[in-house]
């Protein structure tokens, strides 16, 4: 890049580390966008649904055996907001941001410690990356156990949040051995020439 032309290896990193971290955030609030459209887009209702609703059976006719239609007026619980809530389960917004995390710091960490050289960086990524998929399939697995989400709810978080970070970050460290890799010395020029 040419913007690292001239500086010093401080500078560069902390140029290349602030604006990393501008494009993390700023694909995390487009995934978070993405991730609230399509929760509205496709309103699919939770597993734990008619548990919120309280529905009054009364007033529903389950002759067409095709599809119920359930909405407010059949719902008993004045808690609007739960009700609302309830039918937003596809996809997983939990699942979304942990794999996001857990992708960019896959990427992010393999990366550094490819360019550094060190060794003992491979191993802290290892200690690092075990510690996150851990914590990223507990996300994803209680969220269908804790009947939030289903399968397919949190197979769509996964996939969101793999849109988002791929395409941003899949190829971004092209030119990172301009930062971490070592650096070739070029005789200074004099400012006035």
Known sequence: LSIFKGKNKLANYFTTATLLYLKYLITFAVCVFLMEYLKCAFGRLRPHFLAVCQPDWSRMDCS??????VSETF????????????????????????????IFLALYLTRVARHTG??????????????????????????VT???????????????????????????????????????????????E
Request: aromatic content about 14%; charged content about 15%; overall charge positive.
């Open 64 to 69: 067409n055996k095709e599809s119920i239609p």
């Open 146 to 192: 804790d009947y939030w989400h289903y399968p397919s709810d949190v197979l769509g978080g996964v996939v969101l949040a793999m849109v988002c970070v791929l395409p941003v970050f899949g190829n971004l460290w092209r030119t990172s051995e301009d930062v971490y890799g070592p650096r070739n010395l070029e005789k200074q020029r004099p400012h006035f």
């Open 118 to 143: 060190i060794s003992s960086l491979y191993h802290t990524r290892n200690v690092v990356m075990a510690i996150f998929t851990v914590w990223t399939a507990f996300t994803a697995i209680t969220r």
């Open 75 to 102: 719902c008993m619980n004045p808690d609007t907001r739960r009700i609302r809530t309830a039918r937003t389960s596809f996809p997983s917004g939990h699942t979304a941001a942990a794999f996001h995390i857990w």
